[in-house]
């Protein structure tokens, strides 16, 4: 292989690492290393050996195991059968135009540009660099091109797990605590010359609520449930105590679904299970159910009632406003995400939710991704 060739492939490798990395792998410098080395022991024009070896040595665990086939197509791009430069397809422009670039030239020539930099090509594809990232956080659940789902889905999972493990960790740092944490200590004594002078301790947190999730999934709240169910996954996966419900007219129990490593499993076990999809919405009837049945067990002073809705109530406002009365008795906060919230001009004045809005403790919008970050200071 000739130099340029070689040094472009370099290239490409490096930025698949840093690809690789934005969408949730776990892997440092040293990865990166082991695979420009892999690649100069292979037949890089052999598109399956190539792949192999990169999935050998980028992928530390099953999850990124099970993900790295579909991002490598991604990145490499799918229309020859070796690997190709991502300057075509990771860049965002239309396959059209990564195809007439690559005529007559090797698929190493182009060295990918720098994500920050791309922009977006004439169809309005998605880019996918930082600033691409910081734009799909504000983007409405309601307005999301159909090119950008899959990556927001993506996007969204990574964010809102990181979120729950920063939320699930057992110690905080502290001014003062019953434990020294010695690895901050050891980094402070560095501007000392290694004496420990100032000590970080750690302190235990307190006991976590326990957080009871109710997700409206009629009609009116199409656009923005299933993104409100990865929300709730995510919580799921990471505090030992999460019971998760469904309701339009009635109320279904999701907990047990969601208790699965993989999302992709949980949907598709979810979509097979009645719960009213798309259709009405009885909020206090289901909140009547919901306390007939579980209430007893599950609401207490070390709850946080979680309502994610419009608040578009086709049954009998009186009937909420007693529900919501018993429940804000019963649990320590009362929380009613409401994705209308993000909306300019939005008020509260429907009969539902002029009915709830006295016994609720924090009214939050819930219609973009960084509006459900917004949450972790309130959890």
């Given at each position: 292989?000739?130099?340029?060739?070689?040094?472009?492939?370099?290239?490409?490798?490096?930025?698949?690492?840093?690809?690789?990395?934005?969408?949730?792998?776990?892997?440092?410098?040293?990865?990166?290393?082991?695979?420009?080395?892999?690649?100069?022991?292979?037949?890089?024009?052999?598109?399956?050996?190539?792949?192999?070896?990169?999935?050998?040595?980028?992928?530390?665990?099953?999850?990124?195991?099970?993900?790295?086939?579909?991002?490598?197509?991604?990145?490499?791009?799918?229309?020859?059968?070796?690997?190709?430069?991502?300057a075509g397809?990771?860049?965002?422009?239309?396959?059209?135009?990564?195809?007439?670039?690559?005529?007559?030239?090797?698929?190493?020539?182009?060295?990918?540009?720098?994500?920050?930099?791309?922009?977006?090509?004439?169809?309005?594809?998605?880019?996918?660099?930082?600033?691409?990232q910081q734009?799909?956080?504000?983007?409405?659940?309601?307005?999301?091109?159909?090119?950008?789902?899959?990556?927001?889905?993506?996007?969204?999972?990574?964010?809102?797990?990181?979120?729950?493990?920063?939320?699930?960790?057992?110690?905080?740092?502290?001014?003062?605590?019953?434990?020294?944490?010695?690895?901050?200590?050891?980094?402070?004594?560095?501007?000392?010359?290694?004496?420990?002078?100032?000590?970080?301790?750690?302190?235990?947190?307190?006991?976590?609520?326990?957080?009871?999730?109710?997700?409206?999934?009629s009609g009116?709240?199409?656009?923005?449930?299933?993104?409100?169910?990865?929300?709730?996954?995510?919580?799921?996966?990471?505090?030992?105590?999460?019971?998760?419900?469904?309701?339009?007219?009635?109320?279904?129990?999701?907990?047990?679904?969601?208790?699965?490593?993989?999302?992709?499993?949980?949907?598709?076990?979810?979509?097979?299970?009645?719960?009213?999809?798309?259709?009405?919405?009885?909020?206090?009837?289901?909140?009547?159910?919901?306390?007939?049945?579980?209430?007893?067990?599950?609401?207490?002073?070390?709850?946080?009632?979680?309502?994610?809705?419009?608040?578009?109530?086709?049954?009998?406002?009186?009937?909420?406003?007693?529900?919501?009365?018993?429940?804000?008795?019963?649990?320590?906060?009362?929380?009613?995400?409401?994705?209308?919230?993000?909306?300019?001009?939005?008020?509260?004045?429907?009969?539902?939710?002029?009915?709830?809005?006295?016994?609720?403790?924090?009214?939050?919008?819930?219609?973009?991704?960084?509006?459900?970050?917004?949450?972790?200071?309130?959890?």
């Amino acid at each position: 292989m000739r130099k340029e060739h070689t040094e472009h492939l370099a290239s490409s490798i490096v930025e698949f690492c840093r690809f690789l990395r934005d969408h949730g792998f776990s892997g440092d410098l040293r990865q990166t290393i082991t695979a420009l080395e892999s690649a100069r022991t292979i037949d890089v024009g052999d598109g399956q050996c190539f792949a192999c070896a990169m999935q050998a040595t980028l992928c530390r665990n099953r999850e990124e195991w099970e993900r790295f086939p579909q991002l490598f197509r991604r990145f490499w791009g799918e229309s020859h059968p070796r690997p190709q430069s991502a300057a075509g397809e990771y860049k965002g422009r239309s396959k059209n135009e990564a195809k007439d670039q690559s005529r007559g030239s090797s698929v190493f020539l182009d060295r990918p540009g720098k994500k920050s930099e791309a922009a977006p090509d004439e169809s309005g594809k998605a880019v996918y660099g930082a600033s691409a990232q910081q734009r799909l956080k504000k983007v409405d659940f309601s307005e999301v091109p159909f090119d950008d789902q899959a990556e927001l889905e993506d996007l969204s999972l990574r964010m809102l797990r990181r979120m729950s493990l920063r939320l699930s960790r057992r110690f905080k740092t502290s001014g003062r605590g019953d434990r020294v944490d010695l690895r901050r200590s050891i980094r402070r004594s560095i501007a000392t010359g290694g004496e420990p002078i100032r000590l970080a301790f750690k302190a235990r947190k307190p006991e976590k609520y326990k957080l009871v999730i109710l997700l409206d999934v009629s009609g009116s709240m199409n656009f923005y449930s299933l993104f409100l169910v990865r929300f709730a996954y995510a919580l799921q996966t990471c505090f030992d105590r999460v019971d998760t419900f469904l309701f339009s007219t009635s109320v279904v129990k999701i907990s047990d679904l969601l208790r699965t490593r993989s999302l992709p499993d949980a949907l598709r076990r979810l979509s097979q299970r009645a719960a009213g999809w798309s259709g009405g919405t009885k909020i206090g009837e289901s909140l009547r159910q919901f306390s007939r049945l579980h209430g007893s067990k599950l609401l207490s002073r070390d709850s946080v009632f979680i309502l994610l809705s419009d608040g578009w109530e086709t049954g009998d406002p009186q009937l909420l406003a007693d529900q919501m009365r018993d429940a804000s008795r019963r649990v320590h906060k009362i929380l009613w995400l409401n994705p209308l919230l993000g909306l300019k001009d939005y008020q509260p004045l429907t009969r539902g939710m002029a009915a709830a809005l006295p016994y609720i403790d924090v009214f939050a919008p819930a219609h973009n991704l960084e509006s459900l970050l917004a949450l972790e200071k309130i959890l």
